[in-house]
């Protein structure tokens, strides 16, 4: 019988282990962990040892070099209640099969396809805001994303329904959460509990969604979009998505497209609030390169310094905070011996804040990533989408979406975070700011007030 050896960690409570302090801040209780205990820590959720590796060695080792021995279905029971068995629930050669009918939608020409759609949503927002008037940026930009989402993936408009989708979202998302602890798993079924707006919330994401497939089924149409892909892929036995299966994995798309891009989205606008000098350097970028018009995909590789800016805001504030991965075998790493089922714990926001990898890792940097005069870097020091065989697959249209909404945005207003507002990280699923963003919207420096020009 193998001896276990595992990283040393604090000592764990009688009944949930280290999973209360871990619950009641996560991030700082993660980063504590790090500094106390260095490259790795154990730590305990109620029974069953979890093990937090820091190093972009041990992250490659996990998520790339020996991805099969780690299993993430167990890891994601809390996605399931609300995703079913979409991209970011299922493992093996079900994830893999349905990766390969995924993937055609993410092709580079396709994506790219949806520029004029990102435009043209945000185009309709700008429409609505007023030069000095307050908003919460966080808000707005959940609401955009969600239209724009919609719209590439089932090339409908949803504005009119914006916000009870976005409602939906939450109350769902709310209970999925909770659901990790096992005190947190009453399923009371009354109007104003968390599991009772769980269920009125998935019925009517199941109704949207399922109603859509329904019409694009019976139409036979092929508009363009996500869906119509979807529901035509064949695998290379010939076999298509069930309608079950096309849910799945359209309403992961909807959940994972609009709120991890309106996150990063987000926390940009409050750094760039937060550092005039970045403020003015990239507002002088788009001038240069745009000069009030709408950005193109060929415009972004003219837009260095846009690129910089948002790969340092998903650093300081990645979407997703953590993933976790289940062991299905002993393992061995790092002079540890490590059982099967052990929860392996790999924290973005950690690891983008390591000081021998990060220089000045609370600092606001966006230069560190000029390709040319930028500090090297190990590739898993930075993954905000993940890495390896599980990479976030839309990592492509996100990057677009953020770049383009950023550069049309920012050329009509500039947010500044409203004076004395408390901005604080909560890490549910994604990071998002706990009190949303309050923000005042001044206008561009260039001066602007029509809707910029195509």
């Given at each position: 019988?193998?001896?276990?050896?595992?990283?040393?960690?604090?000592?764990?409570?009688?009944?949930?282990?280290?999973?209360?302090?871990?619950?009641?801040?996560?991030?700082?209780?993660?980063?504590?962990?790090?500094?106390?205990?260095?490259?790795?820590?154990?730590?305990?959720?109620?029974?069953?040892?979890?093990?937090?590796?820091?190093?972009?060695?041990?992250?490659?080792?996990?998520?790339?070099?020996?991805?099969?021995?780690?299993?993430?279905?167990?890891?994601?029971?809390?996605?399931?209640?609300?995703?079913?068995?979409?991209?970011?629930?299922?493992?093996?050669?079900?994830?893999?099969?349905?990766?390969?009918?995924?993937?055609?939608?993410?092709?580079?020409?396709?994506?790219?396809?949806?520029?004029?759609?990102?435009?043209?949503?945000?185009?309709?927002?700008?429409?609505?805001?007023?030069?000095?008037?307050?908003?919460?940026?966080?808000?707005?930009?959940?609401?955009?994303?969600?239209?724009?989402?919609?719209?590439?993936?089932?090339?409908?408009?949803?504005?009119?329904?914006?916000?009870?989708?976005?409602?939906a979202f939450h109350d769902a998302s709310l209970f999925?959460?909770?659901?990790?602890?096992?005190?947190?798993?009453?399923?009371?079924?009354?109007?104003?509990?968390?599991?009772?707006?769980?269920?009125?919330?998935?019925?009517?994401?199941?109704?949207?969604?399922?109603?859509?497939?329904?019409?694009?089924?019976?139409?036979?149409?092929?508009?363009?979009?996500?869906?119509?892909?979807?529901?035509?892929?064949?695998?290379?036995?010939?076999?298509?998505?069930?309608?079950?299966?096309?849910?799945?994995?359209?309403?992961?798309?909807?959940a994972a497209g609009h709120a991890t891009t309106a996150?990063?989205?987000?926390?940009?606008?409050?750094?760039?609030?937060?550092?005039?000098?970045?403020?003015?350097?990239?507002?002088?970028?788009?001038?240069?390169?745009?000069?009030?018009?709408?950005?193109?995909?060929?415009?972004?590789?003219?837009?260095?310094?846009?690129?910089?800016?948002?790969?340092?805001?998903?650093?300081?504030?990645?979407?997703?905070?953590?993933?976790?991965?289940?062991?299905?075998?002993?393992?061995?790493?790092?002079?540890?011996?490590?059982r099967r089922g052990t929860i392996i714990l790999l924290?973005?926001?950690?690891?983008?804040?390591?000081?021998?990898?990060?220089?000045?890792?609370?600092?606001?940097?966006?230069?560190?990533?000029?390709?040319?005069?930028?500090?090297?870097?190990?590739?898993?020091?930075?993954?905000?989408?993940?890495?390896?065989?599980?990479?976030?697959?839309?990592?492509?249209?996100?990057?677009?979406?953020?770049?383009?909404?950023?550069?049309?945005?920012?050329?009509?207003?500039?947010?500044?975070?409203?004076?004395?507002?408390?901005?604080?990280?909560?890490?549910?699923?994604?990071?998002?700011?706990?009190?949303?963003?309050?923000?005042?919207?001044?206008?561009?420096?260039?001066?602007?007030?029509?809707?910029?020009?195509?």
């Amino acid at each position: 019988m193998p001896t276990y050896r595992y990283p040393p960690g604090p000592k764990p409570g009688p009944i949930f282990g280290n999973a209360m302090q871990l619950r009641k801040g996560p991030l700082d209780y993660v980063t504590q962990l790090q500094r106390t205990y260095g490259d790795a820590a154990t730590i305990y959720l109620g029974k069953r040892p979890a093990v937090l590796f820091a190093r972009p060695e041990a992250i490659r080792y996990v998520l790339i070099e020996n991805a099969r021995n780690f299993t993430n279905r167990e890891a994601t029971e809390n996605l399931r209640l609300l995703l079913g068995d979409g991209l970011l629930s299922i493992d093996g050669d079900f994830h893999r099969q349905q990766r390969r009918l995924v993937q055609p939608a993410f092709h580079k020409q396709r994506i790219e396809s949806y520029r004029d759609a990102m435009v043209s949503c945000t185009r309709r927002v700008l429409a609505e805001w007023q030069p000095g008037e307050e908003r919460d940026v966080a808000d707005e930009m959940m609401r955009l994303t969600m239209h724009i989402v919609a719209k590439t993936l089932f090339n409908v408009d949803i504005a009119s329904q914006s916000e009870r989708i976005g409602q939906a979202f939450h109350d769902a998302s709310l209970f999925a959460n909770r659901s990790r602890a096992p005190f947190n798993r009453l399923r009371i079924n009354l109007p104003f509990t968390a599991y009772g707006k769980y269920l009125r919330a998935r019925k009517f994401l199941d109704d949207t969604i399922n109603g859509i497939i329904a019409q694009r089924r019976a139409s036979g149409d092929d508009t363009g979009d996500v869906i119509s892909m979807l529901l035509k892929a064949e695998d290379e036995d010939g076999s298509t998505m069930t309608d079950q299966q096309a849910r799945d994995e359209l309403l992961t798309l909807l959940a994972a497209g609009h709120a991890t891009t309106a996150n990063t989205l987000t926390w940009t606008f409050y750094l760039l609030s937060e550092h005039p000098a970045v403020r003015e350097k990239l507002l002088a970028e788009l001038q240069r390169v745009l000069g009030g018009r709408a950005p193109t995909v060929d415009d972004l590789a003219q837009l260095p310094y846009l690129d910089m800016v948002v790969k340092e805001s998903m650093r300081l504030y990645p979407p997703a905070w953590t993933q976790a991965r289940f062991t299905t075998g002993d393992f061995e790493y790092g002079g540890y011996v490590i059982r099967r089922g052990t929860i392996i714990l790999l924290s973005q926001w950690v690891t983008h804040r390591l000081p021998d990898l990060w220089p000045e890792p609370e600092a606001f940097k966006p230069e560190r990533f000029d390709p040319e005069t930028g500090q090297k870097y190990h590739p898993q020091a930075y993954f905000p989408f993940g890495a390896g065989s599980r990479i976030c697959i839309g990592m492509p249209f996100a990057n677009l979406e953020a770049r383009i909404l950023l550069a049309t945005i920012l050329q009509r207003f500039m947010p500044r975070l409203k004076p004395g507002f408390p901005v604080v990280p909560q890490p549910m699923i994604t990071l998002f700011p706990k009190f949303g963003l309050q923000m005042t919207l001044e206008p561009a420096a260039t001066g602007e007030e029509a809707l910029l020009r195509p």
